[in-house]
Each structure stands twice: as structure tokens, then as C-alpha cells.
């Protein structure tokens, strides 16, 4: 594994948003779901399409809580313009799980703070 410095890592901005919008994303090559995550006033609404299918349908994506890299260029995915990276981690089958704030908290964390 490669070391990084700290200024490296400040480099990668990783902020909390939440789903206001999910679809399906049958155009992909993979099963997808195009998703639309508002980060608050700073940064606004982005779009994104992530492999999640395994464990989520777009109805149960609405109103979640995720953490995303805001700071990468955007992608071209078939004919949708990816503008994050909703950040995830692989369940035991190699599965996509989104990553986010603590579900157990009562308060929701503001949407754009940025990871420490």
C-alpha cells in the first residue's frame, strides 16, 4: 500500500449529502442507479450513478444520508454526467454498502460538512 501525506489527503474532499432523487439506470453496462445529492448551499445539488442494486432500490435511497468526493472531475457514464463519488464498502459478497453518517444519531449532520 502506498503512503500519502496529509496534505494529500486534505486534497480529497469528502462531504455529507443527502438523496433527494434515485432511478434506475438501465443504460448502464452494469446495473446502476443514477442518484441526485444535495450538499447544501456551498456546493448544491450533484448527480451521481453508483452500482448499488444489490442492496437498495431507488425508492429506499430518498432522504438517506451518504458521504461523497465532490472534488473530481465530472465522468461521462453512457449518457449521464457523473459529478461525484458516493464513497461505499463491500459487504462479504463483494456488494456495494453506502457509507455515511451514523444512522443511530438523532441529530442529521449538516448536509456539505466535510470529513475530518
Same mark, same amino acid.
Given at each position: 500500500?502506498?503512503?500519502?501525506?496529509?496534505?494529500?489527503?486534505?486534497?480529497?474532499?469528502?462531504?455529507? +449529502?443527502?438523496?433527494?432523487? =434515485?432511478?434506475?439506470?438501465?443504460?448502464? $453496462?452494469?446495473?446502476?442507479?443514477? %442518484?441526485?445529492?444535495?450538499?447544501?448551499?456551498?456546493?448544491?445539488?450533484?448527480?451521481?450513478?453508483?452500482?448499488?442494486?444489490?442492496?437498495?432500490?431507488?425508492?429506499?435511497?430518498? +432522504?438517506?444520508?451518504?458521504? =461523497?468526493?465532490?472534488?473530481?472531475?465530472? $465522468?461521462?457514464?453512457?449518457?449521464? %454526467?457523473?459529478?461525484?463519488?458516493?464513497?461505499?464498502?463491500?459487504?462479504?459478497?463483494?456488494?456495494?454498502v453506502l457509507i455515511g453518517p451514523d444512522g443511530d444519531v438523532s441529530a442529521d449532520v449538516p448536509l456539505g460538512g466535510r470529513l475530518h
Amino acid at each position: 500500500m502506498a503512503e500519502i501525506s496529509f496534505d494529500d489527503f486534505l486534497k480529497v474532499d469528502v462531504r455529507t +449529502g443527502r438523496i433527494t432523487r =434515485a432511478e434506475a439506470f438501465p443504460e448502464a $453496462r452494469k446495473p446502476a442507479i443514477k %442518484m441526485w445529492i444535495d450538499f447544501g448551499c456551498e456546493i448544491g445539488e450533484k448527480k451521481t450513478s453508483a452500482q448499488v442494486t444489490a442492496h437498495y432500490e431507488p425508492e429506499t435511497l430518498v +432522504g438517506k444520508q451518504v458521504l =461523497a468526493v465532490v472534488n473530481f472531475p465530472p $465522468r461521462q457514464i453512457g449518457k449521464f %454526467m457523473s459529478e461525484v463519488l458516493v464513497l461505499g464498502l463491500p459487504d462479504e459478497n463483494g456488494e456495494v454498502v453506502l457509507i455515511g453518517p451514523d444512522g443511530d444519531v438523532s441529530a442529521d449532520v449538516p448536509l456539505g460538512g466535510r470529513l475530518h
